[in-house]
């Protein structure tokens, strides 16, 4: 009961794939307790204790390998370099993929301890950056308020200026009669509309007009007299703005983890077996090797993301901290990426095709019977309400709610597929299929845990859940019923 307690608790918590395996686990523990309690039997005709061991773990004598491990427990003395590219050269270089999977303790103390020291002077030289940045900072402050204050003093002198010019030209004005300031004033805005030869021609054409002009003309000519305005530079009263974009740290924020990347590198695979068309090899043997595939596809993209940082770190200002503090955080997700889990579930090749998909809401999910079925064609659907624990059957296209006490197909005498090893034609290959723990173990390492199985000859044809997030908080969820097949 206690086991029942700990996986309702990590049910609640996990999301996604992980929440499918739980939701299994869950239900077989919920039945197993039920029965415990009943007295009833789970239906399986196999006794664990005369079973091969090989059928009981999936992981039964497959290779296991482990990485020699070196941490670095204490303070790294930083690397010696004065400038931001003597900085950068002193970064250890990537190890290569059988260094990353096979690491040597030596191997391990250099790349860290080397990139822990690259680390720690980039730290130093942020901090004198940011000091450097602030001196500057209130040099530039003091040359702006010394500039502030000319330009004000250039503003009170253009405003003592343009009142001089302003109170002569009012003087000059007030000798005029009315009649001839009005005139003076519409003439003004008539030839302001004019262009130049617009202009010419018109006083060309009225002399009395331009009699008038001439008559007041010598008047107004005294006001140049006045001395020249004097412009104001009034950038020193600007607020200083220093925006520049970061690439760098962009690039650094946007790379993967290494399990993020192991899960791509699968999917790749899994998608190159399911477009071969029976062609296959190559990509069998990249999956035999996969740890070897995938450590060594790793380092290739380190390599290329350090290259790709520090050509743009290079092309930006080298007194600015943020360069060292990207330079930190480069450092820092290189440790993180070579001490990172390569424990990984190895990828599943197959022929794959999506056979059905039905929307659920979500507190409803698909129920994974405990055992595998002997056919196929046997395959009752099912869902469950986590709210209320509502079992539902699907058929004639419709839900129909199941009674309380009603007990799923599986755990009467539906009979679980055999215990069995395929092998290939040639001998090379074989594969296991345990109907006593459930799950299918391909050549390559590959781990299964089907809905429903059946074989013929050298050929294992499977049925799988696959859950699709919804693209929307509170939409209908996607589950997909999808049709495997490997010949082995």
């Known amino acids: 009961m206690k086991k029942l307690f700990v996986i309702t608790a990590a049910l609640i918590v996990a999301g996604g794939a992980q929440a499918q395996i739980l939701d299994r686990l869950l239900d077989k523990a919920a039945e197993k307790v039920v029965n415990k309690a009943t007295g009833k039997s789970s239906g399986s005709n196999n006794s664990k204790q005369n079973v091969d061991p090989i059928f009981l773990s999936p992981y039964y004598e497959s290779e296991s390998e482990e990485r020699e491990l070196f941490y670095v427990d204490s303070d790294v003395a930083p690397v010696a370099a004065g400038d931001l590219k003597t900085l950068l050269s002193k970064m250890p270089a990537i190890p290569s993929g059988s260094e990353i999977w096979h690491p040597t303790k030596a191997t391990m103390k250099n790349y860290l301890t080397g990139m822990r020291a690259v680390s720690a002077r980039a730290v130093l030289m942020q901090s004198d950056a940011e000091s450097a940045s602030q001196k500057r900072y209130a040099e530039g402050a003091q040359a702006r308020y010394a500039a502030q204050q000319k330009a004000q003093q250039q503003a ?90 970061d690439k760098a740290i962009d690039m650094i924020n946007s790379a993967p983890k290494l399990s993020d990347f192991v899960q791509q590198e699968a999917k790749k695979l899994e998608d190159e077996f399911n477009r071969a068309n029976g062609n296959t090899q190559a990509v069998s043997e990249k999956a035999k090797n996969f740890k070897q595939h995938v450590t060594n596809a790793w380092s290739r993209y380190l390599t290329e993301l350090v290259g790709k940082v520090k050509a743009e770190l290079l092309t930006m200002d080298a007194n600015n901290p943020a360069v060292y503090e990207d330079v930190a955080n480069l450092c820092d997700y290189l440790v993180d990426a070579y001490e990172g889990n390569l424990d990984a579930d190895m990828p599943v090749l197959c022929q794959s095709e999506v056979t059905r998909q039905i929307k659920l809401n979500e507190q409803e999910y698909l129920v994974r019977p405990e055992n595998f079925l002997s056919s196929l064609s046997g395959l009752e659907l099912y869902k469950r309400n986590r709210e209320t624990g509502n079992l539902f059957r699907f058929n004639a296209g419709k839900w129909t709610r199941m009674p309380d006490d009603f007990v799923l197909d599986y755990e009467g005498e539906v009979v679980a597929a055999e215990n069995r090893i395929i092998t290939s034609a040639d001998g090379k290959n074989k594969a296991v299929v345990s109907g006593t723990a459930g799950f299918i173990r391909l050549p390559e390492g590959g781990i299964v845990y089907p809905i429903a199985v059946e074989v013929t000859g050298n050929t294992i044809r499977w049925y799988d859940f696959k859950y699709i997030e919804p693209e929307r908080p509170g939409d209908m969820v996607t589950w997909q019923i999808v049709e495997c097949s490997r010949t082995i």
């Open 156 to 245: 009170v002198g253009r405003a003592q200026q343009a009142q001089a010019y302003g109170a002569k030209a009012m003087e000059m004005m007030s000798q005029m009669p009315e009649k001839d300031m009005q005139h003076l004033m519409e003439l003004g805005e008539k030839l302001e509309n004019m262009s130049d030869k617009q202009a010419e021609a018109y006083l060309k054409a009225h002399p009395e007009e331009m009699k008038f002009i001439q008559k007041y003309g010598a008047m107004f000519g005294q006001l140049g007299t006045i001395p020249a305005v004097e412009p104001v530079d009034m950038s020193a009263f600007d607020t200083p703005m220093s925006i520049s974009e």
